[in-house]
């Protein structure tokens, strides 16, 4: 049988788990995709507290991710588009981060 924690012991244990900024993960680099500005942010490694933005090729626009596509008001990219990428669209119907 199974005894109740009292509420001081519960209070204790939230209080000393650690809270963290965010609940995502971090890729091998330190780093994870930045949702509400697109590219990539970084906590840990050599580029940690940088930010990197969707990267321009070419003078045309890439999008690494749907997130940055989203970020830039571009999604749905269109093929033929300005940034659409086969990357981005992944049942293949000409039509990117629907």
Same mark, same amino acid.
């Given at each position: 049988?199974?005894?109740a924690l009292? *509420?001081? !012991?519960?209070?204790?244990?939230?209080?000393?788990? *650690?809270?963290e900024a965010?609940?995502g993960g971090?890729?091998?680099?330190?780093?994870?995709?930045?949702?509400?500005?697109?590219?990539?942010?970084?906590?840990?490694?050599?580029?940690?507290?940088?930010?990197?933005?969707? !990267?321009?090729?070419?003078?045309?626009?890439?999008? *690494?991710?749907?997130?940055?596509? #989203?970020?830039?008001?571009?999604? *749905? !990219?269109? #093929?033929?588009?300005?940034?659409?990428? #086969?990357?981005?669209?992944?049942?293949?119907?000409?039509?990117?981060?629907?």
């Amino acid at each position: 049988m199974m005894r109740a924690l009292s *509420p001081l !012991v519960a209070v204790l244990v939230i209080w000393a788990t *650690p809270i963290e900024a965010h609940p995502g993960g971090l890729a091998a680099d330190g780093c994870h995709r930045d949702r509400k500005n697109g590219g990539r942010h970084c906590h840990r490694g050599p580029n940690a507290g940088k930010s990197q933005k969707p !990267v321009q090729r070419k003078g045309d626009v890439y999008y *690494p991710n749907c997130a940055a596509a #989203r970020a830039a008001g571009a999604a *749905p !990219v269109r #093929r033929g588009d300005p940034g659409y990428a #086969r990357h981005l669209d992944r049942d293949n119907d000409g039509i990117g981060c629907e």
